[in-house]
């Protein structure tokens, strides 16, 4: 099962009038202006998308600042993004794919096996020169019937246990990681046993995924054979996504804790370490590790 589309196979695709359903998810944490860079220009007939709406629900403690939201409100969104039912799908952005490859999961998730990436999202689509269009896209209700389950993934319980047998990544940058900074959730640093493999180390300059080979040879730096269990977090589960797409394409199946850091950072029960090591700096960990009594949620 394919996970990227070049912009050449998508604009053919488009001319020769196949059915595509094309959704613009541009999101960046901390920016409000996806939707405004959407109106002035998006590819043709792409419907935009709200990754905090319609993409996640509301931010709660004990689920994280961006839990998946209920199949039920998940399907309703497809069916007025015009999904029906055998459509294929291609998810973009114009932040290599960080934000579309949460809906490309949460689609696989639910059971849309024709659901792609657009590899280099709009960047690559404008450097070839194809056609761009303005305003609000608005297609007719779709009638896809979504389920759920369709990926693996994994609770808050199970990745406090997962390092046992299994190879835990954290998918934020290498500083948050280390826990050198922590600008949005409760505590700094990451899950005892979890190895640093910051997403963007994923893409190249401009924003295509590597080849499936130097993915491979960077997940295998890590550990990861083929027979490894591995799960993947990042902050709320979004990036965290695209950290499963390239394990996808580098031949690796992954499942993904949607709560991620936001949820275990706010359970004061949970460990926390610091430092470049998957227990932190020191060689038993305890030093370094860290509760918290306090919780707090930022969306």
């Keep these: 099962m394919a996970t990227l589309m070049t912009a050449t196979e998508l604009h053919r695709r488009l001319e020769s009038g196949e059915r595509t359903v094309l959704l613009d998810v541009r999101w960046v944490l901390g920016r409000t202006d996806g939707h405004a860079n959407y109106l002035e220009a998006h590819l043709p007939a792409a419907v935009f998308v709200d990754l905090p709406t ?34 294929t799908v291609v998810a973009y952005d114009d932040s290599g794919s960080m934000a579309a490859a949460r809906a490309w999961w949460m689609l696989r998730n639910a059971g ?25 896209a608005r297609p007719a209700v779709g009638n896809v019937s979504l389920g759920d389950g369709l990926m693996p993934s994994i609770t808050e319980q199970e990745a406090a246990e997962w390092s046992r047998d ?44 590597l080849p499936a080979e130097e993915l491979r040879r960077r997940f295998e730096a890590l550990g990861l054979d083929t027979s490894s269990r591995v799960a993947v977090y990042c902050g709320s589960g979004v990036t965290a996504s ?27 029960a949970n460990e926390v370490v610091v430092g470049e090591g998957p227990y932190g700096d020191a060689a038993d960990g305890p030093s370094s590790m860290s509760r918290s009594d306090g919780s707090s949620v930022e969306a």
Excluded at 60 to 67: K, L
Excluded at 114 to 131: F, I, P, Q
Excluded at 242 to 262: R, Y
């Design 54 to 87: 319609e993409l996640a629900d509301h931010a709660a403690p004990g689920r994280g600042r961006h839990p998946l939201p209920s199949p039920d409100r998940f399907q309703e969104a497809a069916r007025r993004w015009g999904i029906n039912d055998g459509d």
């Design 166 to 209: 299994g190879v835990l990544l954290d998918a934020r940058a290498g500083e948050r990681y280390r826990g050198e900074v922590e600008p949005i959730d409760p505590r700094a640093g990451h899950i005892p046993g979890a190895f640093s493999a910051p997403t963007t180390q994923n893409v190249s300059e401009a924003g295509t995924f």
């Design 112 to 136: 849309v096996d024709s659901v792609y990436l657009l590899d280099g999202g709009l960047s690559s689509w404008r450097s070839h020169g194809y056609a761009l269009e303005a305003g609000e």
């Design 242 to 268: 695209h950290e499963i797409a390239a394990l996808e394409i580098a031949g690796f199946s992954a499942a993904l804790f949607p709560g991620s850091f936001s949820q275990w950072s706010n359970n004061g």
